[in-house]
């Protein structure tokens, strides 16, 4: 079975801080791993994704993320937030069948002037 | 702005009652993925179309089914409803057949059941 493991329900921190989101899988089989925001009112949007190469993956808004296989890791960061990055957070994974998608239960950042 | 659109943006329902939500992808996608965003499930994938056709299930009840129509439009429908399914429906559409394409999410519909 696989499941998403997004560790904290909520991230506050300060305004130009450096944040980290986590997430964590388990999976029986190869897994590509997806970063979605989701801000207030809105649907979901890709920030990032894994699917092979390095393990560092840059994204959109500044954000990057590292694939860990030996940790089962797909954490989130960014150097620098900005008041704008207040929104839910949201690790996802999907098998390399690549027909369906596990979500984890969202990261609610709150960035603090 | 996604490209994807959802209507109605807000549905406000009686227990035992059904309804339809409607989606529309955006131009050249062809699939079609339906999610439930709710309080106590959170983000739960329900069912995915491809090209008219039925690729994948998730969680989806059986009161719930879903469609999607030549002009590439999908519909879900909702029926026999329980103050449970009271969450956000998300319709979200991607060019390719499998997961590994971006999926670009619709504003949600939110369905009330009182």
């Known amino acids: 079975a696989q499941s998403v493991t997004q560790l904290d329900s909520q991230v506050p921190v300060f305004e130009e801080a450096p944040v980290e989101l986590r997430c964590n899988y388990s999976?029986?089989?190869?897994?590509?791993l997806f970063w979605y925001v989701q801000y207030p009112n809105q649907g979901l949007q890709l920030l990032l994704k894994?699917?092979?190469?390095?393990?560092l993956v840059k994204g959109i808004n500044g954000f990057e993320a590292e694939f860990n296989k030996s940790q089962t890791s797909f954490h989130l960061r960014k150097p620098s937030v900005h008041i704008s990055d207040t929104a839910e957070y949201f690790c996802?994974?999907?098998?390399?069948?690549?027909?369906?998608?596990?979500f984890g239960t969202g990261t609610s950042l709150t960035v603090i002037p | 702005d996604s490209g994807v659109t959802q209507t109605p943006k807000h549905l406000i329902t009686a227990t035992g009652q059904r309804v339809t939500l409607r989606c529309s992808p955006r131009?050249?996608?062809?699939?079609v993925y339906w999610y439930q965003q709710s309080l106590d499930q959170g983000l739960q994938f329900l069912i995915q179309?491809?090209?008219?056709?039925?690729?994948a299930k998730g969680n989806i009840l059986e009161r719930f089914s879903a469609q999607q129509f030549p002009d590439l439009h999908s519909e879900l429908n909702l029926s026999s409803l329980e103050l449970g399914d009271s969450a956000l429906y998300f319709c979200?559409?991607?060019?390719?057949?499998?997961?590994?394409?971006?999926?670009?999410f619709g504003p949600g519909t939110r369905l009330t059941v009182t």
């Open positions: 979200a559409s991607s060019v390719g057949a499998n997961t590994l394409y971006e999926q670009y």
């Open positions: 999976s029986s089989v190869s897994v590509y």
């Open positions: 894994y699917l092979s190469g390095s393990t």
């Open positions: 996802a994974v999907t098998l390399n069948t690549g027909n369906q998608f596990y």
């Open positions: 131009s050249g996608d062809l699939s």
């Open positions: 179309y491809y090209n008219g056709e039925e690729r």
